[in-house]
């Protein structure tokens, strides 16, 4: 009995005494090194209020509110945006807070302290056939918010890296000491984590710029023409774009473009080596200025070549009701100056071609016959030649290479007010709806004189 | 009763730390709420060996490190934290990124190679030396499934690792002299070119800038390249050199710099009995001199030594040429 007594005295004494010196030394170890990370693009209440199309901020510059969940087919979890908007994106992840407490309590241990700031970086990646486009990498902000424009549409992926170095105690004191630093007196030996935090985001960024339109014009009296000859050189030429500070600039070899888009753009005097309009007449519908904000998309028009009186560049901003499918769409209809004129008896060829900036396409628009123009009056593509009196459109002789041509005069208009106005009406539209209409006059002339005379 | 003031002194405290932004959260609506799970896998870093990756690194040398997690397998997740991800499906190849980060510095270095490398692998140099460097992963992947609704959902799969590694210092010092004779002044002083070479070793450019190193005390500004970063960095007198006169008193700056942790008290300089080997200290170290003064050498150089914390050391010859 003794014996058990002694044997339960011992027990009781490690009891109260062991236990307090085991805790009092109690090692300890992060049960993780990665926590999460919440990441969004807008949805502050100033950015909700925000129209999709965007408004200027104080600064100028043009911000939006991310479109809705599902926007244009989109699954759940894509974040809709549309191109040359300005967006934030917000991150935040534990690691970045001011106090190590809540990391702690993820890491499961204590008496930690944060070495230094966090670091975090934003690589915006895109998304093509071939994989992976890192188009930024570094930016070296360390802050928890990004400023994000997308130039041009397409699929991206924003990233974000956090990363912060934690110190803390292998050893820890028990809750009755009262420095955790120390255990028995002596400063403990610390250790380093790195705890990290990731998180992506799918954001699409939308089309909302109407496509470019070229259209060539060539009689069928210059030598090696042909209809064929006409499109392969409006390709030729569509593709020989030049890039200004990284952008592609689509009939830029057409126009002198002023720096301040105020100043707007005049038809440049020099056109060498653009063979096409050595030969024929060019006009080019175009996005300008170039990447501007959805609200304020705009084309302008540049005229060039015999067929045209005058050299002569205008810009037509686009309508500004399309709410409903948030598509642009440019109409621009061309006065007497940008109007097309040829000559009576004269076969000549008419060609069109389409870019669009969502992808890389330099296609011919088709030219639509009598029985299909309302195709194009109803939103097909293409082009045609139309006249105010339906019955005249029979006046205007086919060839079977393609060209065009008109037997009577209707030019100028007070000598031939019997006759009909006819006009060119060319129509192209990406995919997802943004669309550019060109409406441009078309003179039938009696002699040569006309246009000889002119400065082109 | 007690409970509510421990309630009410624990709300107290929450808002102090929430009211405390530091400055890389600002402007930032934090917290915010989120029902979205977030599929976190587990990854560990390792050299591409399999072995474990050491506690020190070599500056700037290249190692190939391979990261291993659930999240370059053939499927994603069917769940995590009790939702399901029904019929999920991997929609794209990973996206990895790899960084040396320096918290001494507050820099990254986003890794990237040119050769094909597999999807978790990358070659990363860590060109800063430090000793609370890291070596980190970050991987996303698009995954895509069916939510209770039964809608198409896209969601990113996350895994990220970081491991503390010391950066060893490889990179001599490289401290220079401003000199100083009456009127006229020149600085001399290399800077490492190309930067982060390896394997050492290093190569530097000499710098000559300012008056005192023309014989007619004009201007100057030349560049001598290609000399080994290091112990032995003698100038030859066609490469360039400090012109005296009988009458000149010279005076001395040091230019301080090294790419981590200079020892201060290890720079000396001084006019030394030729180039080879150890300096030969003519006259006071560490101090100017009047020409006539001191017995000048027949090949007089001025020299420049230094180390650094991690005991890579430098020492540059400067040749001196008397002039009438």
Sequence with gaps: ?????????????????????????????????????????????????????????????????????????????????????????????????????????????????????????????????????????????????RSSDFNDPGNYVLTNAGSRQLSFPLVVASDDDEDEDEVDGEETERGSVRVTAVESLDVVAHDVTPPDVWLGFLEESVAGGSSDFLNRELRRAMRNQSQVAGHIVPALPLVDIYGDPAQGIRPRESTAGLELIQKGSIMAAFEYPHQAPPALKSAAVVTHGPLFEVAKAEQFRSDEDCQVDLTRKVSASLDNEQAIFVRRNVPFWIGAATSDNSFSRHEELPVFDLEETADVLNGGDGFFIDASDRNALERIVRGDDGSFMFRLPNYPREDFADQPDYRLVVRSTDQVGNSLELEVPVYVVQTRAYYEGGRN | MKQLVIVVIALCFATVNLGATPSWLEGVPVPWPTSEVKPILPAEIYLVDGSDIPESFVEDKPVHFVVVSDIFADEPPSEFDGVPFHNSTW??????????????????????????????????????????????????????????????????????????????????????????????????????????????????????????????????????????????????????????RAEDELSFMMVLHDNYELDKDSVSFGLSDGAEGEPSVVGTANSGFKVAEVDMPEEPYLFIEAFDTAGNRQLMYIPVVLVE
């Excluded at chain 1, 339960?8 to 030394?25: E, G, K, N, R, S």
């Excluded at chain 1, 990391?103 to 992976?132: K, R």
């Excluded at chain 2, 005390?217 to 007198?237: A, K, R, T």
């Design chain 1, 1 to 145: 009995m003794r014996y058990l007594f002694a044997r339960l005295f011992l027990i009781v004494a490690m009891v109260v005494f062991c236990v307090p010196v085991i805790d009092a030394q109690q090692e300890q170890q992060p049960r993780t090194d990665q926590l999460p990370m919440e990441m969004q693009i807008g949805g502050t209440d100033a950015e909700s209020d925000l129209p999709y199309w965007g408004a200027p901020d104080e600064s100028g510059r043009w911000r939006g509110q991310v479109l809705p969940s599902g926007f244009r087919g989109m699954p759940n979890g894509t974040t809709n945006v549309f191109e040359n908007l300005e967006y934030f994106a917000y991150e935040y992840s534990e690691i970045f807070d001011q106090d190590p407490g809540n990391v702690e309590d993820e890491l499961g241990i204590e008496g930690s302290n944060f070495v230094g700031a966090p670091q975090m970086d934003w690589p915006l990646t895109e998304e093509n056939p071939d994989g992976w486009e890192i188009i930024e990498g570094e930016e070296g902000q360390n802050l928890a918010r």
């Design chain 2, 91 to 244: 929609a794209g190849r990973p996206l990895v990124f790899w960084y040396f980060t320096n918290p001494d510095t507050e820099t990254r270095f986003l890794a990237s190679s040119t050769e094909s490398l597999a999807d978790n692998e990358m070659i990363v140099a860590p060109i800063e030396p430090t000793k609370n460097g890291a070596i980190e992963v970050f991987i996303s992947r698009r995954m895509e499934y069916y939510n209770e609704n039964n809608e198409l959902t896209r969601r990113f799969v996350n895994s990220s690792k970081g491991r503390v590694a010391e950066v060893k210092d490889i990179t001599p010092p490289t401290c220079g002299l401003q000199i100083t004779i009456g009127d006229n002044t020149g600085t001399v002083w290399p800077i490492e070119s190309p930067v982060n070479m390896y394997p050492p070793p290093k190569l530097a450019d000499v710098i000559f800038e300012g008056s005192v190193f023309c014989p007619e005390n004009s201007s100057q500004h030349f560049v001598v390249d290609g000399i080994q970063l290091g112990e032995e960095m003698v100038i030859s007198p066609s490469q360039g050199a400090v012109y005296l």
